[in-house]
């Protein structure tokens, strides 16, 4: 098999190239993806979905692989690297998702005329290649390859050790789709190993790589940050708080609270804060405190919730800074609506942030006082995410202040052109 042979069978590198080498490969796909029709990008993204199930037993073998290689020992890692029969169907479901959802390549986003005559109008557009570095998780993979032959933008991830085997089963699905479609594979490619070589390449890619994505823990994105000669779309750590106000129901608090910090504790939008209304602590925190117990999870508290559940461990004022990704609380009582938000203000990665209340007044001063990406009323904070959005799925939370805030999905992926219709005009 020769070189280029080899190349288009596996859409990663030779021996001979480098991660610059696949950033030229994914610049070139962008010519013909930016351009097709719709229905093409939509038919990689429906063939995809068939072939991530046609191949689930190869995914869910390679991912086998890997969490046997895994030395970790925490269940919240290996419940990011598992995946399921039911987990490889989602990653299907989404890309089916994003397939029906509006093309966002080519909306008019405003139109004007001037008062020469000129028509003046702003139109979305693809960003161009996008690189995503990422860990743990697998099937981010997939969703940030669909969410960019949505956008009509290329592709060039690069998976981290620990899934190495899993990333790049899913990777032959997704080239699978765009060959079945007639569009170029090089429009998603990925890093043939996790070399910590292949990020530092992309960190530099300048004219090459458009945009870059870190989805994983507090040090790849602090590396990203810092070292890109790249824009980077960044998520800091997902420090998430869930606020229970004096007029909340006690059982809707019970219930939000035990979802937002247990139905998966390592994801960014679990709730890692507790923040309790002093006015009904007394009431509420035992029973909160027995409710998660029950589900496996412990605690780290202040001295005011201590006072009244007395078995509480103590909180250090490092524990309210640290995004467990585990089956443990931090708790802290608030004297109202003020306190709790002076809290998230010292305390939160402006990821996400919720109160539960049925005081309208009380929630409107809550979400109008946070600075956060995402703030929730009477919900839990793990619907944070961008399927649950009606993204399909979502490349990453943009924590930052520009561009895209919140989850990130197609239309978040386009930036924009100016086009200028005249009839003649000159300028004087």
């Known amino acids: 098999m020769t070189a280029g042979e080899e190349r288009a069978e596996t859409g990663q590198l030779t021996e001979t190239e480098g991660m610059t080498d696949l950033a030229r490969r994914a610049r070139r796909a962008t010519v013909e993806l930016a351009v097709c029709p719709a229905s093409t990008r939509d038919k990689a993204l429906w063939a995809a979905a068939a072939a991530l199930r046609e191949s689930s037993q190869a995914i869910l073998e390679a991912n086998t692989q890997d969490l ?3 030395s970790a020992t925490s269940e919240a ?9 039911e987990r490889v169907e989602a990653m299907a479901r989404g890309l089916e998702d994003m397939a029906d959802l509006q093309d966002p390549v080519g909306r008019v986003l405003e139109e004007w005329t001037r008062p020469n005559g000129l028509r003046i109008r702003r139109v979305a557009t693809p960003v161009g ?3 995503v570095i990422y860990e743990s998780r697998p099937n981010v993979g997939a969703d940030a390859a669909g969410l960019c032959i949505k956008s009509g933008n290329a592709v060039l991830l690069r998976g981290g050790s620990e899934s190495i085997h899993t990333a790049r089963a899913i990777h032959k699905a997704m080239q699978a789709g765009l060959r079945a479609a007639g569009l170029p594979e090089d429009a ?8 910590r070589k292949h990020v530092a390449e992309m960190l530099s890619a300048a004219g090459l790589i458009d945009l870059l994505i870190p989805r994983g823990g507090r040090s790849l994105v602090e590396r990203v940050q810092r070292e890109a000669r790249v824009p980077v779309l960044a998520h800091a750590e997902g420090l998430c708080h869930t606020y229970i106000h004096a007029a909340a129901d006690h059982n809707m ?3 939000i609270v035990a ?15 507790l923040l309790v209304d002093a006015a009904i602590a007394p009431a509420i925190l035992p029973l909160i405190v027995s409710d998660l117990q029950e589900l496996g999870c412990t605690f780290k ?8 559940v007395p078995s509480l461990p103590a909180a250090t004022e490092q524990d309210f800074d640290t995004e467990w990704l585990d089956a443990i609380l931090n708790i802290a009582v608030v004297d109202g609506v003020d306190e709790a938000l002076e809290h998230i203000r010292q305390h939160s990665s402006s990821h996400t942030e919720a109160i539960i209340t049925a005081d309208e007044a009380a929630a409107a001063r809550f979400m109008n006082g946070t600075d956060s990406a995402v703030v929730m009323w009477n919900a839990s904070t793990q619907f944070c995410d961008g399927g649950e959005f009606g993204f399909g799925a979502e490349i990453g939370i943009a924590t930052g202040r ?10 978040q992926l386009t930036t924009f052109r100016y086009e200028v219709i005249g009839t003649g005009q000159v300028r004087s």
């Open 188 to 195: 998603v490619l990925i890093a043939p190993d996790a070399d």
């Open 402 to 411: 520009f561009h895209a805030r919140g989850p990130v999905g197609v239309e």
């Open 253 to 255: 608090a019970r219930r």
């Open 77 to 85: 890692f290996l419940d990011r690297l598992r995946l399921t029969p």
């Open 68 to 70: 046997s290689l895994s």
């Open 129 to 131: 290649v996008i690189g």
């Open 301 to 308: 508290a202040d001295n005011a919730a201590r006072k009244i």
């Open 259 to 273: 979802n937002a910090k247990m139905r998966r504790v390592g994801i960014c939008g679990a709730t890692e804060t």
